[in-house]
């Protein structure tokens, strides 16, 4: 099977240079099929360790041209990476007072401006100077963890923060002037709620007035900024739509944790301790909170499945439970969807069908942040560990599809019931000294405790010594 499969492959590729060369195929489409190959995917392989941060990495983004990669670590610096040859074009700190959340470069603007977001609930604007110097400055302020932003396409100004306040803000890099659009509120049944903590934030390529916004339940909003009156005479906290698996409402044990666009306008949704679902635009429940709970407490599951708008794509074999992690497309035409999961894993399913088909060993913890290249095959991946990792088509040998997805999830789950007391010490180690609080001795006595459970954490021991190094400081 695997034979036929790979003669197939290598018959269309001759058939598709054959078709370009008579000009029954146009270069880019011939560029974007090529690019778009599983052959490629299968090919995946590590490139190059990026090392120079001295926290986690939490984000990494490349700017519009793709030669440029842009990362934000707990060590509260931002680095502007050559990702080809590996070297650090420019370092800085950022002015963050805790770990960077979210880096991004502005388009347009000749990879000058940089805004940042943080767990210091503050978003932040560097411009660099023509002689490499940096002077950040305070734009705004979340009351909590400032966790995504997301720049508007195209634009060298506008770009939008959410943070675990339930508040969404919207920039303007040209007055330098927060705009404060609404508070997300819980569903009219969980008022008691107060706020919805806000993680991701996306704004739809084709129609950049429309983004999206998903946290602490079941529920990704969908908003019109055309919808917004400036002089604030009217409120805008009213969504246009809202995303949920039908199986899904009413969970409130559920929380979203990342969000992407396709250039189809094709939502993708990551459930903590849950599945990553595929929406199309059309799938939406309307923008009566109030009618789709009623629906959903009195309609049966033919009702529902009559409805004429489907049931999302799922995708699954991950493990999403300890950290925020992001979701992404992959491809020219968004042919893939990868994430990374608890195990230490980064997932590449064929978003056409929901297959998976490659599974990386990318962290020896956690994978969170996958970002793809803008115009090639290329992948950068961060997570818990002080590095970014390069991924390119670049083995000799085609990997094998995962054979046994059942055990892959199996695996990634129980690792992670063991695993999981080590990634919370890890983590809160590195909030600490982030902060600089003077805690050292209570920190190295849970470790010591937790090197002496034997019975619990035999497995983990070096594991744990390995991420509390800096306690011995």
Not at 114 to 140: N, W
Not at 288 to 294: G, K, Q, R
Not at 296 to 311: N, P, R, Y
Request: proline share 3%.
């Amino acid at each position: 099977m695997t034979k036929k499969r790979d003669r197939a492959s290598i018959d269309m590729a001759v058939l598709d240079i054959c078709r370009r060369e008579v000009g029954h195929l146009s270069t880019r489409k011939f560029a974007n099929r090529l690019a778009a190959s599983e052959d490629l995917v299968l090919r995946l392989d590590l490139l190059r360790k990026l090392e120079k941060h001295r926290g986690c990495v939490n984000t990494v983004s490349f700017n519009a041209d793709g030669d440029i990669l842009v990362s934000g670590s707990d060590d509260r610096r931002v680095i502007l990476w050559d990702w080809e040859t590996g070297n650090v074009r420019l370092s800085f700190h950022s002015g963050h007072n805790n770990n960077i959340f979210q880096a991004k470069i502005m388009p347009g603007t000749d990879d000058r401006s940089i805004v940042t977001c943080a767990a210091d609930g503050q978003v932040r604007h560097a411009m660099i100077s023509e002689r490499g110097e940096v002077e950040p400055k305070l734009l705004g302020k979340h009351q909590g963890r400032a966790h995504k932003l997301a720049n508007e396409p195209g634009s060298p100004h506008i770009f939008y923060t959410c943070g675990e306040d339930g508040l969404v803000q919207h920039f303007d890099l040209r007055t330098g002037v927060a705009t404060e659009l609404f508070s997300c509120q819980p569903m009219p049944d969980r008022s008691f709620v107060g706020v919805v903590n806000l993680n991701s934030i996306a704004i739809d390529p084709r129609n950049p007035n429309l983004f999206v916004i998903a946290g602490s339940d079941e529920f990704t909003r969908l908003y019109d900024i055309r919808r917004y009156r400036w002089d604030g005479s009217s409120a805008f906290g009213k969504s246009a739509d809202y995303f949920c698996p039908r199986h899904l409402i009413g969970d409130e044990n559920l929380g979203i944790t990342g969000l992407a666009f396709s250039d189809q306008s094709e939502l993708l949704v990551s459930y903590c301790d849950d599945f990553i679902y595929l929406f199309s635009k059309d799938m939406g429940l309307g923008n009566d909170a109030n009618a789709i709970l009623d629906k959903h407490a009195a309609g049966s599951d033919s009702e529902i499945e009559t409805d004429g708008k489907g049931s999302p794509q799922l995708y699954k074999g991950h493990r999403n439970c300890m950290t925020v992690k992001g979701v992404n497309f992959f491809g020219p035409k968004c042919e893939y969807v990868v994430s990374g999961s608890d195990c230490g894993r980064m997932f590449i399913w064929r978003k056409s069908d929901t297959k998976l088909v490659r599974v990386l060993e990318a962290d020896k913890q956690v994978v969170n942040c996958i970002e793809a290249h803008p115009h090639t095959t290329m992948l950068a991946s961060s997570g818990m560990e002080r590095d970014i990792k390069i991924w390119t088509p670049s083995a000799i040998e085609k990997a094998t599809h995962p054979t046994n997805v059942e055990k892959v999830c199996f695996l990634a789950k129980n690792y992670m019931v063991i695993l999981e007391p080590v990634v919370s010490v890890h983590v809160l180690i590195c909030q600490m000294i982030a902060n600089n609080l003077k805690l050292k001795i209570v920190l190295l006595c849970l470790v010591l405790f937790i090197c002496i459970r034997g019975d619990i954490f035999d497995q983990f021991r070096i594991l744990v010594l390995f991420n509390a190094w800096p306690l011995f400081i």
